[in-house]
């Protein structure tokens, strides 16, 4: 190697992982709950990207249905807040006695109140506002996950 080649250094990637990173990030999947079409896409799109698995619901009862065939490899819950059928603070909750272990990221529109306060204090729940930037909601949910995937810098 000679000495440029040794000086130089890569350009920052936005989102770059290094090649454990990546394999531990590909090993979580995370249920997806949002009933905006569009925000649930580009949301997936965006973690998908970043090697995450997703599975997708469009409301509360088709989380519950996926949640159950699915439960022993899903480690996050990505839920609005406010869906069409359920509270998804109480979907969380509901998800949670299931599968205590499982965490869970709320996000509102609205603004913070009493159930996201008391959600974001809890053990393993987490509460990101909208609209967020793609960088915040993958800081997010690697901040969520920090627990199973030790080596993924924060």
Request: with cysteine; proline share 5%; charged share 25%.
């Amino acid at each position: 190697m000679n000495q440029a080649e040794a000086t130089s250094e890569p350009s920052p990637q936005p989102f770059a992982l290094s090649t454990d990173q990546q394999l531990a990030e590909r090993r979580a999947t995370i249920l997806l709950v949002e009933d905006e079409t569009l925000v649930r896409e580009a949301m997936c799109e965006t973690l998908v990207w970043v090697g995450y698995r997703v599975l997708k619901a469009n409301d509360s009862a088709e989380a519950r249905a996926v949640f159950r065939r699915c439960q022993r490899v899903v480690s996050l819950l990505l839920t609005d807040v406010v869906l069409p059928d359920q509270n998804g603070n109480d979907l969380a909750r509901e998800l949670r006695i299931m599968r205590p272990e499982l965490k869970a990221i709320l996000i509102s529109g609205y603004p913070e109140n009493a159930v996201t306060r008391r959600a974001s204090t809890e053990a393993g729940m987490f509460y990101l506002p909208k609209p967020f930037t793609t960088d915040s909601l993958v800081q997010k949910v690697r901040l969520a996950l920090a627990e199973e995937i030790t080596d993924v810098a924060i």
